[in-house]
């Protein structure tokens, strides 16, 4: 085995060093971004919003059917049927669902279990004043 010294030349150019960033000042007239709202989006209309979300996937047939979206999402297929059961309430019940106040501690005021009741009734109407019961309900748990 022979060995061959001699001199390898890689050639390389030296980056300059990085700058440390240093804190702006604000110009004038500048604000800063706004503050994320207090408190979280209700657990109802997060899963109205994912309900009419997957709605539109199946329509535009990008998921093929309520079984795959089970299969894709990691739960049940009676899971995925009592989400898509938020959109059997009324436009108008769907509506201030989704643009409910925040709940910034405890417990959300409306829960799914609620909802899955009122969606079982065909007639909106019916729906209707159901949902005003449960949110006349609401207000005298919350005062308590």
């Known amino acids: 085995m022979t060995t061959i010294l001699g001199t390898v030349a890689c050639p390389f150019q030296r980056r300059p060093p990085r700058r440390v960033s240093r804190p702006h000042k604000q110009s004038e007239g500048l604000t800063a971004p706004p503050a994320a709202p207090a408190g979280r989006v209700p657990r109802v209309a997060r899963l109205l919003a994912l309900a009419i979300r997957l709605q539109q996937l199946v329509q535009a047939r990008v998921i093929?059917?309520?079984?795959?979206l089970a299969a894709l999402g990691h739960v049940s297929r009676?899971?995925?049927?009592?989400?898509?059961?938020?959109?059997?309430?009324?436009?108008?019940?769907?509506?201030?669902?989704?643009?409910?106040?925040?709940?910034?501690?405890?417990?959300?005021?409306?829960?799914l279990r609620q909802l899955q009741r009122l969606a079982l009734v065909a007639d909106w109407k019916e729906q209707r004043k159901l949902w005003q019961a449960l949110l006349a309900n609401k207000g005298s748990t919350q005062d308590r």
């Open 64 to 68: 093929a059917n309520y079984a795959a």
């Open 78 to 111: 009676a899971r995925v049927t009592q989400i898509l059961n938020l959109l059997l309430l009324a436009p108008d019940i769907q509506e201030a669902l989704l643009f409910l106040p925040r709940t910034e501690r405890g417990r959300d005021p409306i829960h």
